[in-house]
């Protein structure tokens, strides 16, 4: 497998005119999260407004001790910008055939996992399960393989969620701005893209091989989409592979940068945590243990309070159930992480991690009301 500069475009990427990364990183690199006190937490609070440095003093270990204070101040920003409402999704796995090598990912090419993806009546079959379980979005995944799953591929999935679905989010490998565009065209309506972490050497290190490996693309992935018409774009960085304070503030950074040179995108962040994989079950965050995952939700929440966030079945129920409505405004029910499943057939492919929450929709539809908010399939109405 080629081996290639990190930092290095390939000659099918397109490089786009932005200084949006360089801004990120040095944020990033500039961000000295010991330096904060409880006077500049409790000032932060206090403001109307969250500026960068609020954001960094809400994200720094002086902020461990102000945690509730952090989370009625979300809730509040939460109720002000989608009042009692958190909207339900699935993903479905389509492919999880990949041609990188990630350390962390359960889907890597060197992983011996059984590999599959769906066909257009499989895809059709499973799509059409979810929509009776009563869900109106649908976030498509892959593994990261041009070669068994090309774009034509990606958008006839796109078209087929298209016919069940009023929202449709992919979750698959970076791609040009043409790409997104005909992803579009053919019913895709936002791209969500882990950066995985924002520091670039510690990245090298875990992405040791294939396209992947291009931490410049991947970085301008989100730029890329809603230059090709995408609706909305979503942020994450994997938290506990590297330091989780500079990348949720690198995470941070990057969608308020992204808001205020696109103010038409709807920006929205996950919040995922490592979890164990097949043939590797000492994969987990070192660091970031609930409190801080919470510490994280509600600084971003304060941060951009008109920002989506969703909660991941990573994430046991009893934690996603708590964060609703507090900070998370999207919460995923029905997983399966395998390729297939949803219908009465059993998985074809291997699953990319173990998940903590395996509820069905009604199981958290009965949840979310039971906290006295008001579950939402989809609020977009088309004409």
């Known amino acids: 497998m080629e081996q290639v500069s990190h930092m290095e475009y390939l000659e099918e990427m397109e490089q786009i005119d932005s200084t949006v990364m360089e801004q990120v990183i040095e944020a990033m690199e500039g961000y000295d999260y010991s330096k904060y006190t409880r006077q500049d937490v409790e000032a932060a609070l206090s403001h109307d407004s969250c500026s960068i440095e609020d954001f960094g003093a809400l994200l720094s270990p002086a902020a461990q001790d102000y945690i509730e204070e952090m989370a009625r101040k979300a809730t509040l920003e939460t109720r002000k910008h989608f009042g009692n409402s958190v909207y339900l999704f699935t993903p479905i796995y389509i492919s999880n055939y990949c041609e990188n090598l990630c350390v962390y990912c359960g889907f890597n090419c060197q992983n011996k996992i059984k590999r599959a993806k769906l066909d257009t009546q499989e895809m059709e079959r499973e799509m059409e399960a979810i929509a009776k379980s009563g869900l109106e979005e649908i976030l498509i995944?892959?593994?990261?393989?041009?070669?068994?799953?090309?774009?034509?591929?990606?958008?006839?999935?796109?078209?087929?969620?298209?016919?069940?679905?009023?929202?449709?989010?992919?979750?698959?490998?970076?791609?040009?701005?043409?790409?997104?565009?005909?992803?579009?065209?053919?019913?895709?309506?936002?791209?969500?893209?882990?950066?995985?972490?924002?520091?670039s050497d510690k990245y090298e290190t875990l992405h040791l091989a294939g396209h992947k490996r291009c931490f410049p693309y991947r970085i301008n992935a989100q730029e890329r989409a809603l230059m090709g018409g995408m609706r909305g774009v979503a942020f994450a960085a994997l938290l506990g592979l590297d330091d989780f304070r500079k990348d949720a503030f690198a995470t941070g950074i990057h969608a308020y940068l992204i808001q205020r040179k696109y103010p038409h995108a709807e920006i929205s962040f996950s919040c995922p945590r490592l979890r164990p994989i097949i043939n590797n079950d000492k994969i987990n965050p070192k660091d970031v243990h609930e409190k801080q995952l919470l510490q994280i939700m509600c600084a971003y929440r304060i941060f951009m309070p008109f920002a989506g966030m969703t909660i991941s079945t990573r994430e046991r129920a009893g934690f996603r159930d708590n964060v609703i409505g507090l900070a998370a405004t999207k919460i995923s029910a029905g997983v399966s992480t395998g390729i297939g499943g949803h219908g009465e057939e059993e998985e074809k492919g291997d699953d990319q991690f173990e998940i903590s929450d395996g509820r069905n929709v009604e199981e958290v539809v009965a949840a979310i009301k039971e906290r006295g908010l008001q579950p939402v399939m989809n609020d977009y109405v088309f004409v």
Request: net charge negative; glycine share 6%; aromatic share 16%.
């Open 141 to 199: 995944l892959t593994g990261e393989s041009r070669k068994m799953s090309d774009v034509k591929y990606i958008g006839q999935a796109c078209k087929i969620a298209h016919q069940y679905f009023k929202n449709v989010g992919i979750e698959v490998y970076p791609m040009n701005s043409d790409e997104y565009a005909y992803l579009r065209q053919c019913g895709a309506d936002y791209v969500t893209v882990f950066q995985e972490t924002y520091n």
